[in-house]
């Protein structure tokens, strides 16, 4: 991964500068000698009432909060159920998901629980004779002295508003809000795609480009290694199969010698498995590289976690207008024929059109239709050695991440006008589907 450095504008140079000009004093001498107990007495009780207001108000403001979890289920009664949302990655069912997604949020944004409402998320959706019934998982922060009764009752009654005022999506209550324990909200959410850990979104605020991830940012990441050595990326679709670029194994094709790692680290992962077969697509042409991609069979299924999550794949429809913001990570160098790193690495990019890509002054015609360009055309951030096969992904509109691109090629790195080149992954979900029992 290569950055380019956030060097600090000249910051000014505070100095502070105290004149203290002594004159002989007029004060009379009774009132110079102050009592050094008082003094002391006074700065102390400064300090200690100092210190138990700071103490309050990080108590009150950040250790009072509380999150808590709410499961319910909501008949949609204007939409008919039909077997494409009996698949959680069909468009049909994201697309209802959403729909209901933004219907609960947006309620909650206009209602006095504005504040304390964090998220909703769809986690099924089910028959009822001809309608849907949506199962879904609600996050709130409330401070700690609300009780539990009082929280649960006013959750409901903003969504009994809900129900009477959603416009074009017709809902009903079916079942009871019921409230979850973390542990059991991280059971159900850990089986989602391309969600983050506590429902978390990045912040436009985190500086990213080339900066260290923390664990669980991008949980899906995974490290290959040849002889228990970094040599590619790969990207967790399903509990067995793993997403790599098809050149990572022309040479390299012993599965007894792949270890793949989980966890930011490297040197001390989370969890480790072998792999029992390398799928590489049959049309791979090294010398253009067309279809660099490959699949890889786990030799024992990883559990989800915490921090060990699979991605959501695109939609083949699903498109990807260049000038938007995706983020590619791995542990590969940070400069052409550098080492690899140990800890892994994030970077923002752009989407850039194959257009733009195939200028001349760029890769001059070398972008082919299963291929995508990301990066920044003036240069400075990019993938690299030891990244390939890494994740390029997408946040939607859901607050899912999703894989557009794998790393694959590119002329040297983060160089002007030579941005990094991906395998387009909508180009592969077929193949995908067909190769990997998922
Ligand atoms: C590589 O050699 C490589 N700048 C990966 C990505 C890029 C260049 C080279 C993109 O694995």
Redesign the pocket.
Known sequence: M?SLQHIPEDGAQWSLNFSLVLRPSRVPSASRSVNPYIVCFVVIAVVVILAVTTSLLVYFLALGQKYYFYRSSFQILNVQYTDELSSTVTQKYRTLSGRIESTITRGFIESNLRKQFIRAHVISLRQSGSDVIADIVMKFKFTKDNNEPSVKRRIESVLQQIMNNSENLEMNTSGELTQITDQDTENILTQECGLRPDLTTLSDERIIGGTKAKEGDWPWQVSLQWSNLHH?GGVLISKKWILSAA?CFTSRSDTLQWTVTFGISTTFPKERRGIKTILIHNNYKPETQENDIALLQLDREVTFTRNIRMVCLPDASQNIPPGTTAYVTGW?SQR?TGSIVPDLEQARVKIISTKVCNAPSSYNGAILPGMLCA?LLQGGV???????GGPLVQEDARQLWFLVGI????????LPD????YTLVTAYRDWIYQHAEI
């Open positions: 290569i590619c050149h590969g052409y990066g990019d993938a690299c050695q030891g990244d390939s790393v694959s090629w590119g002329y040297k790195c983060a030579k941005p990094g080149v």
